[in-house]
């Protein structure tokens, strides 16, 4: 409340110099969660299915193997990228550029496997616990999808017990469809609204975000990356948390020179925290964006490619 009440200080502050405000939910990550709380919850699901203790390093790696054939598959029949990486990659950028390079406007782009550290499971023979946590290094499987109304979205999908799920969306991205839907002429680069024709209408859109079915939406790409749940753990669900959500406030001034002058004045102080970045009409204000750029601003310095100013903690 008191972090709102200095933006709105702000805000009413500098009104002469700004052009427009748009509040929105930037980065969103949700994880998705099997019912196996704990090694004895995974335990009690092993005896119910009747696997026996000498089956149990099989059968945990058959349901891997699966994983990781239904994902070849996929790609292979939809005629998308299946790729391995042994290092660190840039996907998100990488299944960007494929999906302007293929002209992707809808479904899957490309899936990427990389190895990474997990929560999973290890075998105690000597404990009545038999099943306990453990951390470890598993396959993990990344699907990049088009969605119509999410843009470019990637659901990330464990391939070891507990099989868990996170998938990663942009409300800059769902905003962007959703105005250019109704019309509603923008300038956007990378992550950030340089200009936009209706501010308040663009804000009223924004809102809605918390509105969308998640839920079904969730279940529904859970469904196309896991098979699982289709047989093996029937009827068993994924349960749904939102392990980050970023929201930002971005006011856009009326012209570079009003902005460079707060950002001189605010150079020489260090009283109140600022709004996350400040933004000024770029030259193409009268045309709709259509590029697109990194999932997240420039923070803390000037961005090279946008109109577009980071602020750290200080302002004027």
Same mark, same amino acid.
């Given at each position: *409340?008191?972090?709102h009440?200095? *933006?709105e200080?702000f805000l009413?502050?500098?009104?002469?110099?700004?052009?427009g405000t748009?509040?929105?939910?930037?980065r969103?990550l949700?994880?998705?969660?099997? $019912?196996?709380? !704990? &090694?004895?919850?995974?335990?009690?699901?092993?005896?119910?299915?009747g696997?026996?203790?000498p089956?149990?390093k099989?059968?945990?790696?058959?349901?891997?193997a699966?994983?990781?054939?239904?994902a070849?598959s *996929?790609a292979?029949r939809?005629?998308r990228p299946?790729?391995?990486?042994?290092?660190r990659?840039?996907?998100? /950028?990488?299944?960007?550029?494929i999906?302007?390079r293929d002209?992707?406007e809808?479904?899957?782009?490309?899936?990427f496997s990389?190895?990474?550290p997990? @929560?999973t499971?290890s075998?105690? =023979?000597?404990?009545? !616990?038999y099943i306990?946590p453990? @951390?470890?290094k598993?396959?993990?499987?990344?699907y990049y999808?088009?969605d119509?109304?999410?843009g470019l979205?990637?659901v990330k999908?464990?391939?070891w017990? $507990?099989?868990q799920?996170?998938?990663?969306v942009?409300g800059?991205?769902?905003?962007?469809r959703k105005l250019?839907r109704? &019309?509603?002429?923008?300038?956007?680069? /990378?992550?950030?609204?340089?200009w936009?024709?209706?501010?308040p209408?663009?804000q009223?859109?924004? /809102?809605r975000?918390v509105?969308v079915? =998640?839920?079904?939406?969730l279940?529904g790409y859970?469904r196309?990356?896991n $098979?699982?749940p289709g047989?093996l753990?029937?009827? *068993?669900?994924y349960? =749904?948390v939102?392990?980050?959500?970023?929201?930002s406030?971005?006011?856009v001034?009326?012209s570079?020179?009003?902005?460079r002058?707060?950002?001189?004045?605010?150079s !020489?102080t260090a009283?109140?925290?600022?709004?996350?970045?400040?933004?000024w009409?770029s030259s193409?204000?009268s045309?709709t964006?259509?590029?697109? &750029?990194?999932s997240s601003?420039?923070?803390?310095?000037r961005?090279?490619?946008?109109?577009? =100013?980071?602020? &750290?903690?200080?302002t004027a």
């Open positions: *409340m008191e972090f009440a200095r *933006m200080h009413a502050k500098h009104a002469d110099k700004i052009q748009l509040s929105c939910f930037d969103i949700f994880r998705g969660y099997l $019912p196996f709380f !704990s &090694g004895a919850a995974f335990a009690a699901f092993l005896d119910r299915r696997i026996r203790r089956e149990l099989s059968f945990l790696l058959r349901q891997a699966r994983l990781k054939e239904h070849r *996929m292979q939809e005629g299946f790729q391995y990486f042994g290092g990659v840039r996907k998100e /950028d990488l299944a960007r550029q999906a302007e002209r992707i809808r479904g899957l782009v490309c899936v990389t190895l990474e997990c @929560r499971y075998i105690r =023979w000597n404990h009545a !616990s306990q453990a @951390r470890r598993c396959l993990f499987l990344y999808f088009m119509p109304d999410l979205i990637h999908l464990q391939t017990f $507990p099989l799920l996170q998938l990663y942009n800059h991205e769902w905003l962007a250019t109704h &019309g509603i002429r923008y300038t956007k680069l /990378d992550n950030a609204f340089l936009i024709e209706d501010f209408r663009a009223t859109f924004a /809102d975000l509105t079915g =998640w839920v079904d939406l279940q859970a196309r990356v $098979p699982l047989d753990l029937d009827p *068993m669900q349960y =749904w939102t392990a980050q959500a970023e929201y406030t971005d006011p001034f009326k570079r020179a009003q902005l002058a707060w950002s001189r004045a605010c !020489s009283r109140a925290p600022s709004p996350r970045r400040m933004c009409p193409a204000a045309s964006a259509s590029s697109r &750029g990194r601003p420039t923070s803390g310095r961005s090279s490619k946008a109109a577009c =100013w980071g602020i &750290g903690s200080n």
